[in-house]
């Protein structure tokens, strides 16, 4: 994800080789979305796997401030419409 780096067996991103600090549920919603790469993931199940309500959309939010450079318009972590989202690295 551009100079960006995510390592999931280890539930690190690095900026450039600095590490960029994650919460434990962002590391856990990353990974999940890591392993559909380039496929949406329900909104649904990620609500059911990730906490009810915007609680994903609030997690999703935070990580685009972490991973893109500009949240406004993600180049990395889209919104699929009427399906959730989806992690799209390069």
Same mark, same amino acid.
């Given at each position: 994800m551009g100079p960006r780096r995510f390592d999931p &067996?280890? %539930?690190e991103l690095t900026d450039g080789g600095r590490p960029i600090r994650l919460t434990e549920s962002e590391v856990r919603l990353l990974r999940t979305? &890591?392993?559909a790469a380039h496929s949406p993931v329900d909104r649904q199940v990620l609500a059911e796997a990730h %906490?009810? %309500?915007r609680a994903v959309d609030i997690q999703v939010t935070r990580l685009r401030r972490k991973i893109e &450079?500009?949240?406004a318009n993600p180049r990395y972590l889209k919104t699929v419409r009427g399906r959730g989202y989806m992690l799209a690295p390069d």
């Amino acid at each position: 994800m551009g100079p960006r780096r995510f390592d999931p &067996a280890r %539930g690190e991103l690095t900026d450039g080789g600095r590490p960029i600090r994650l919460t434990e549920s962002e590391v856990r919603l990353l990974r999940t979305l &890591a392993k559909a790469a380039h496929s949406p993931v329900d909104r649904q199940v990620l609500a059911e796997a990730h %906490g009810p %309500g915007r609680a994903v959309d609030i997690q999703v939010t935070r990580l685009r401030r972490k991973i893109e &450079a500009d949240p406004a318009n993600p180049r990395y972590l889209k919104t699929v419409r009427g399906r959730g989202y989806m992690l799209a690295p390069d």
